[in-house]
């Protein structure tokens, strides 16, 4: 597909960017596309390539536009998890590799918790894993490791 994008010159980029944009519907923050999709539910159009017609996904054109290409080898993951948007801000270069811990990573992840049991969300800021992988809230362990500091000064003063 990448190839297909590369053989384009820039302003055919940038005219065929022009159209998805206008064959797109704003949802949230995403470009929905409104046009032909393909088995993935990735919007897709039809080019002319040297007499040749050839379909291009519109994600793929539309972050080739704005960001000045695909870099080689690298897939566009759909941050917003919406095949059909194409909001560059949305698609992130990864490679094949990463795409696919993902993917698998996804259901997991839509089913887990997303805040700890004290509300804190857990974002990645605010996340990180303990020996056994579970995962912890900075916010909650910040506040316990206050009140043991707290505790142990208390102790320490009332000995001295
Ligand atoms: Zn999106
Ligand atoms: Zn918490």
């Not at 064959?23 to 539910?41: E, I, T």
């Not at 017609?53 to 290409?69: E, F, I, Q």
């Amino acid at each position: 597909m990448s190839e297909v994008i590369t053989a384009l010159p820039a302003s055919e980029i940038g005219r065929l960017a022009g159209r998805i944009i206008a064959r797109s519907r704003l949802v949230g923050d995403c470009w929905v596309w409104q046009g032909g999709k393909d088995a993935q539910g990735y919007g897709a159009l039809t080019v002319k390539i040297a007499d040749r017609k050839r379909r291009v996904k519109t994600h793929r054109l539309m972050y080739a536009h704005a960001k000045g290409g695909i870099p080689e080898g690298r897939v566009l993951d759909h941050l917003c998890r919406n095949p059909s948007c194409c909001n560059p801000d949305h698609l992130e270069a990864v490679t094949q590799r990463e795409n696919l811990l993902r993917g698998n990573n996804l259901a997991a992840r839509r089913a887990a918790q997303t805040h700890c049991k004290w509300g804190h969300e857990f974002t990645p800021e605010n996340t990180y894993r303990d020996h056994l992988q579970r995962r912890v809230c900075r916010t909650c362990r910040a506040e316990l490791d206050a009140k043991r500091y707290a505790k142990r000064k208390q102790q320490q003063e009332r000995r001295a």
